[in-house]
Structures are given as C-alpha cells and as structure tokens.
C-alpha cells in the first residue's frame, strides 16, 4: 500500500507539470514572458546589426589602408588619401577640454545638491539640470554661435594669449571658432550628465557614513568631502565616463563652433575637426565606395569607443549602488 502511494506520488509531479504550464499560457504569464523576451532580445539584435553594417561597410577602406588609417594626416577625397589622425585628435582634444571645464563644475554642483542645499532648493535645481540634460544639441550650437564664439573672440582668448601665451596651446591669431571653443560648448552641454548622476550617486551613500564621521568631530563639509565623496568614488567616475562618451560622440553643436578643418595644430585656438563632424558634413558628398568606407569605419571607430566607455560607466555606478544597498 505504501509503495502504491510513493509511485503516485512520484508520478503526479510528471502530470502536473505541463498542465501547470498550460495554465500558466492560458492565464498569460507565458506569453507575457516570451512576447517581453523577444522584445527584450531586438536590443541584442540592433546592437548587432549596426556592429555588423559598420564593420561590411568600411571593408574597402580597411584593406586598402589598414591600421595606416589611424596614423595618417592627410584627409583628400579628391587624390582619395584618407587620414583618420586629424579627427581623431580634434575630437580626444575637444573631449579632454569638456572634462577639464566640466568636471569640476559638475562635481561641485552635485556635492551641494545632495549634501548642503536645503531639500526644496535641491529638488527644484536638480529639475532644472534634468532639463539641460534634454535640450537639443543644435540649440547648444546656436548659443555657440551667439555667444561663446564673440566672447572667445573679444575677451577669453585675448585674456589667455596675454597671461598664459608663452604656452604653446595659447598661442596663434584668435578667431573666436577653434578646439577651445568647442570644448568649452561641449562642457556646456555634458555638464548636466555629471551633475545629475553624481548626485544620484552621493544620495545613495549610506547615512550612517556620515553620521559615523560627525560624531567623531567632522564637520559637515569633512564628512562630505573625506566620507561621502570617497565612498562614491566609483559612481562619480561612472558619470565622468558617461559624460565623456556624449561629449565623443556630439555633432551638431561641435560643428557649429570648432571650424572644421582637418589639420593638427598645437594651439587650442585654431580651428579642428572631430570624428562626428566630418561624417555629418561629407557623408553627403561622399561620391565614390572608397570614400563611403573611409567615413564608415570612422563612424565604427567612434561607436566601439564610445561602446566602451558605456559600459564601463554603467559597471562602476552599479558597483556604487551595490555598495550601497549592503550597508543600508
């Protein structure tokens, strides 16, 4: 008898199973979960797709040139001599500047959002960097126009070739448009990015953290600085990555004020090319495969870069997070 009831029992389960499943479908949970999946799964796909487009595309480009691609100086479609090294350096040398003028001002701006400012001020002023964080970059580009560029021109770099011009990056006729000019807008621009996610990240610090370090005698700016800040080391530089990535990758607002010329030049004031640039203004105009190519793999060195940086950024703000939550 006991026997009987052990070999039902171990036999039910066997049954159960695909009518469990069945009314799990019926109900919808199974469909939920595969129609979820296969939505989920185009992001893969996408990724995918535009690798493998990028990579097809530029295949002429590649043979014919090779790693010779990224050292060469020489941009001239008409001779069909392709050179990525000019916009390779306009657009590290316009990014570098981004992050020099940006960084600081938008680290400074997140320490007193998420730690000194009175909450209602916080939450009214962190609306309005969101809202920065979304204005189209050409409107950027117009500010550019209309303002940066003759402030560049009459009072900035003036200043810089009056106290600093001894400095080879400070030297050179003052046109107003240049590497410094881009760089300055795109700080513009990314500094939102790095103010709105480092606060997120400073307010995810345990409270403990701070308290622990008042009641030892810190002030409220030592506990911030030495605590909060170190604590969340790893998030803030997550938000300079990802800032670093929209500075690499920006067009519209860089090609309004940096001059597009295709030259290597050590002053910050002459006029540049960056990687997106070029291929929003030639891509057009590009007549024949070879030159079609050449723009593609430019346009598949910047989306691996910036592919990178991403997913750095993403991995050292969930390490921040992660952080967090194990000693709330």
């Known amino acids: ?20 499943w069945l009314r799990r479908f019926v109900s919808g949970d199974e469909v939920a979960h595969i129609v979820t999946l296969l939505f989920a799964s185009t992001i893969l796909a996408i990724t995918g797709l535009l690798v493998l487009q990028l990579w097809t595309n530029s295949r002429l480009s590649r043979v014919q040139s090779g790693w010779h691609f990224f050292f060469m100086q020489t941009w001239d479609p008409v001779f069909e001599h392709f050179g990525a090294l000019p916009f390779l350096y306009g657009t590290v040398v316009t990014t570098v500047v981004a992050l020099v003028i940006s960084v600081p001002l938008g680290l400074g701006a997140a320490i007193y959002l998420a730690e000194l400012a009175p909450r209602k001020i916080s939450d009214v002023l962190a609306f309005l960097v969101d809202l ?12 550019g126009i209309f303002l940066v560029i003759p402030l560049m021109r009459e009072v900035i770099e003036p200043f810089l ?3 600093m011009g001894f400095l080879p990056i400070f030297q050179g006729p003052a046109y107003g448009i240049g590497l410094l000019t881009g760089g300055l807008v795109l700080a513009i621009m990314i500094v939102p990015f790095i103010v709105s996610i480092s ?21 409220r700016w030592e506990a911030t600085w030495h605590v909060v800040v170190p604590y969340a080391r790893g998030g803030i530089f997550g938000s300079i990555f990802l800032a670093m990535a929209r500075a690499l990758g920006e067009t519209m607002a860089v090609t309004m004020v940096i001059g597009n010329d295709p030259r290597i ?3 910050l004031f002459s006029p540049g090319y960056t990687i997106a640039a070029v291929i929003a203004n030639e891509f057009s105009e590009a007549t024949y495969p070879l030159y079609i190519n050449a723009l593609v793999e430019l346009g598949l060195v910047l989306f691996l870069l910036t592919f990178v940086l991403n997913g ?14 194990a000693h709330s």
Do not use: D, F, W
């Open 132 to 143: 920065l964080a979304a204005v189209p970059s050409v409107i950027y580009g117009l500010l």
């Open 199 to 219: 606060r997120e990240v400073l307010l995810v610090v345990p409270r403990e953290q701070r308290e622990a370090a008042m009641s030892l005698g810190a002030t």
């Open 1 to 20: 008898m006991s026997n009987a009831i052990q070999t039902a029992g171990s036999v039910a389960p066997s049954h159960e199973g695909p009518r469990a």
């Open 312 to 325: 750095l950024a993403r991995l050292l703000i969930l390490a921040t997070e992660q952080r967090g939550v």
């Open 265 to 267: 030049a050590a002053s």
């Open 161 to 163: 070739k009056r106290t």
